[in-house]
Antibody
Framework: EVQLVESGGGLVQPGGSLRLSCAAS????????MNWVRQAPGKGLEWVSY????????YYADSVKGRFTISRDNAKNSLYLQMNSLRAEDTAVYYC??????????????WGQGTMVTVSS | DIVMTQTPLSSPVTLGQPASISCRSS???????????LSWLQQRPGQPPRLLIY???NRFSGVPDRFSGSGAGTDFTLKISRVEAEDVGVYYC?????????FGQGTKVEIK
């Protein structure tokens, strides 16, 4: 079964750090581009970051640039998001999402269940 | 950056009746390769998003044929031909033609 499972969320104080992980299974992880998408409580979806299949190309949303770092370990079938200098407005459910095959036109075809990050004192 | 605008934001519908959601982009979503990278996602209550439609009108694997997508350029539509109880949730359009990817605000579909 194709699956993405996030972990690492929790409660952190403003200015703190957290590292999220996304474990992939059921597909050849190293062949796919990956993304992080977040959803603040009661709000819509916001794209956060992208990483190419090899890890050589990375993009960030302006709202997290300079504070968050995306990475991957293809040998471990895992995607990561290192979050530093966290702010209250970073409070959200964080999803990892797979960029689909070429024919899907970069649609996000597989999503994890999400992990909740709460930034509060 | 491209801004995606959905209307309506809320759509109360009667079971068995059709529903329609509009999505408009601030710029054309036609890529230089000729494709239009507009997709639709469904998010049921308490669930992660799920891909329904890709490249305007192509249903993803396992998506019922009561869902259909149409449009071109900057104007797109998701239609549900006959709403069922399991269709309750929030629907998002998303563009991937240009970085950064962007989502619409979401349209909540609920039963009257």
């Amino acid at each position: 079964e194709v699956q993405l499972v996030e972990s690492g969320g929790g409660l952190v104080q403003p200015g703190g750090s957290l590292r999220l992980s996304c474990a992939a299974s059921g597909f050849t992880f190293s062949s796919y581009e990956m993304n992080w998408v977040r959803q603040a409580p009661g709000k819509g979806l916001e794209w956060v970051s992208y990483i190419s299949s090899s890890g050589s190309t990375i993009y960030y949303a302006d709202s997290v640039k300079g504070r968050f770092t995306i990475s991957r370990d293809n040998a471990k079938n895992s995607l990561y998001l290192q979050m530093n200098s966290l702010r209250a407005e970073d409070t959200a459910v964080y999803y990892c999402a797979r960029d689909g095959e070429w024919e899907l036109g970069d649609a996000f075809d597989i999503w994890g269940q999400g992990t909740m990050v709460t930034v509060s004192s | 950056d491209i801004v995606m605008t959905q209307t309506p934001l809320s759509s109360p519908v009667t079971l068995g009746q059709p529903a329609s959601i509009s999505c408009r982009s601030s710029q054309s979503l036609v890529h230089s390769d000729g494709n239009t990278y507009l997709s639709w996602l469904q998010q049921r209550p308490g669930q992660p998003p799920r891909l329904l439609i890709y490249k305007i009108s192509n249903r993803f694997s396992g998506v019922p044929d009561r869902f259909s997508g149409s449009g071109a350029g900057t104007d797109f539509t998701l239609k549900i031909s006959r709403v069922e109880a399991e269709d309750v949730g929030v629907y998002y359009c998303m563009q991937a033609t240009q970085f950064p990817p962007a989502f619409g605000q979401g349209t909540k579909v609920e039963i009257k």
